[in-house]
């Protein structure tokens, strides 16, 4: 379920993006592929002359997921991520968790505790108790709340090239929130070394480049929070990524409004936004801050992004579906 906000958010809009008619433009053939990752939808469409190439460039795509997976995922239960929340520490991590959990932590440190991927003790205890019969919809005590707060806060991660480890026990952390963007990044980067230029890559965020076989831009769609899911404004993309972080896609019960897009600082579910959309450079980026600037206060967003030059655009929707842009510090 963490996974699936990020699919509702944008699916109702447009699934694939820019799916406005598919055409087949000159000599350039669509090619597809559908899938999954990270347990969510993922879909790959690029224009070329080539069909047995593209198909051929898929399969190491799929290869490259499903390797990013076994480090990333938590439904893998020999994952790193997996081994690292079992354990409190992981000896020689993989290059690419050293790189991603950087990041990460230079956003915690940036966005002041608001993107925090040690979340996962607190999403655990929302979840737990929601699992039990009867569950009273307002979520779990307070004093239940500040007792696994003392586990949460990316400060406590010890990281260096040789062991990631954690400071108390009882931590574990999760990648949901940056983890899509990431392998989108990678998928992007097996496709553009294949050769190909016109290409869309959905894995639960999207990256976008080149065009259409017959010019047109790649368009998204961002949709309503309410529940006409309709779409609110249309974005272009080229060499660009988006990322959308919405919580009503991921409610923890049908009878409460609490969500999994929980705030690490109040411990309770975010409630600024209906829906944040981030479109930025790479969609590592675009995801980190999707996260991030659904957590934080409005006034809070032009401090943030004066730090991150790979950011290009915000579309903040309020709860009632008002749509407030965001381009350049205030």
């Known amino acids: 379920m963490i996974n699936r906000r990020r699919f509702i958010t944008i699916s109702a809009a447009a699934v694939g993006m820019g799916l406005c008619g598919p055409s087949y433009g000159g000599s350039y053939d669509l090619v597809r592929w559908q899938g999954a990752a990270l ?14 190439k593209a198909r051929e460039t898929f399969v190491l ?12 995922s938590l439904y893998v239960r020999n994952s790193a991520i997996s081994r690292l929340n079992a ?3 992981l000896d ?16 915690y440190r940036v966005t002041k505790g608001a993107f925090d991927v040690t979340i996962q003790p607190l999403w655990k205890l929302y979840a737990d108790h929601f699992s039990q019969p009867g569950a009273g919809s307002a979520g779990p005590s307070r004093e239940r709340i500040e007792e696994i707060l003392e586990k949460v806060g990316s400060d406590k991660i010890i990281l260096d090239s040789r062991r990631i480890s954690f400071e108390k026990p009882g931590m574990g952390i999760s990648l949901n929130g940056v983890a899509q963007g990431y392998i989108t990044d990678r998928v992007t980067k097996v496709l553009s070394h294949a050769g190909f230029g016109n290409i869309l890559v959905h894995m639960g965020e999207t990256y976008a480049m080149g ?12 949709s309503s929070p309410l529940k006409d899911h309709r ?21 923890f019960s049908d009878q409460s409004q609490l969500h999994h897009l929980l705030d690490p600082i109040t411990g309770r579910s975010a409630n600024h936004y209906g829906a944040v959309s981030v479109v930025a450079k ?12 659904y957590v934080m206060a409005f006034d809070k967003v032009p401090e943030v992004w004066a730090k991150y030059p790979r950011l290009e655009r915000a579309i903040f929707v309020d709860p009632a579906g008002k749509v407030t842009e965001f381009t350049s510090p205030l």
């Open 39 to 52: 347990g969510a939808k993922a879909e790959i469409m690029l224009y070329g002359d080539d069909p047995v």
């Open 61 to 72: 795509c799929q290869k490259e997921i499903r390797r990013l997976e076994n480090i990333f």
């Open 87 to 89: 354990a409190g520490y």
């Open 92 to 107: 020689n991590p993989d290059i690419e968790f050293l790189d991603l959990l950087s990041r990460c932590l230079s956003c």
């Open 211 to 222: 065009r259409h076989g017959d010019g047109r831009p790649w368009t998204a769609g961002i």
């Open 231 to 251: 779409i609110l404004l249309t974005v272009p993309l080229e060499h660009q990524a988006l990322a959308t972080s919405g919580g009503y896609g991921s409610p």
């Open 282 to 293: 790479d969609a590592t980026t675009a995801d980190m801050l999707s996260t991030a600037f």
